[in-house]
């Protein structure tokens, strides 16, 4: 198994374009997670989705995006970066029930210029 | 609020030099806690989860412990591999249909040889 896959690992916008990050998974988990992480703070949720069509907002979701066609993939739309979007993102999976851990991606680092 | 505070920020060991990491939480119903280690550059890499107090998992120098108000991680006579910034997250009991897994800052454990 893979596990969690996010691509591209380094990316760098000039403010006002678009793209998406991509995460894949091969756990067949039904949750998975959208998480940006800041210098000296501790993960912040993004969005979430509990299974294919079903997403959901976390506590900053303000100039993102997500979708979730299938299980395998939920990928993040960034439309009109802007520098405050300059952070590591990362992707995780679980499966479903309570109490269960999340398994991360390796991150993208993206920088808003 | 649900919260979760690490302590401390950031800590030196020589080898051999054993230590705890604690992490204090307030939620309004624990699912679970957790465990991870992040590398630098790389998404957390899961070590343990604990549902209730009273529980301990061991892993190679790693000893998780749970409280009502706090967990510790235990690193006996650590080993410069065992160096990285040490994350706890709790899982809540959602609330409005919300899933939420709330992170601490993290400890950077430093273990100089």
């Known amino acids: 198994n893979a596990g969690v896959t996010q691509t591209p690992k380094f990316r760098i916008l000039k403010i006002g374009q678009s793209m998406t990050l991509q995460c894949t998974q091969d756990m067949n988990h039904n949750y998975m997670y959208w998480y940006r992480q800041d210098p000296g703070m501790g993960l912040k949720l993004i969005y979430y989705?509990?299974?294919?069509?079903?997403?959901d907002k976390g506590e900053v979701p303000n100039g993102y995006n997500v979708s979730r066609s299938t299980t395998e993939d939920f990928p993040l739309r960034l439309e009109l970066a802007a520098p405050s979007q300059t952070s590591v993102y990362f992707c995780a999976s679980r499966r479903t029930g309570q109490g269960y851990e999340q398994y991360f991606g390796p991150g993208t680092r993206l920088t808003v210029t | 609020e649900d919260q979760v505070t690490q302590s401390p920020e950031a800590l030196r060991l020589q080898e051999g030099e054993s230590s705890s990491l604690n992490c204090s939480y307030t939620?309004?119903?624990?699912?679970?806690l957790f465990w991870y280690r992040q590398d630098p550059g790389k998404g957390p890499e899961f070590l343990f989860t604990?549902?209730?107090a009273g529980e301990e998992k061991e892993k190679e120098r790693l000893k998780a412990t749970l409280t009502k108000k706090e967990s510790f991680l235990h690193i006996t006579a650590p080993k410069p591999e065992d160096s990285a910034t040490y994350l706890c997250a709790v899982q809540a009991v959602p609330q409005g249909g919300s899933e939420k897994l709330v992170f601490g800052k993290g400890t950077k454990l430093t273990v100089n040889p």
């Open positions: 939620v309004s119903g624990l699912r679970g």
């Open positions: 989705s509990v299974g294919a069509g079903i997403t």
């Open positions: 604990l549902y209730s």
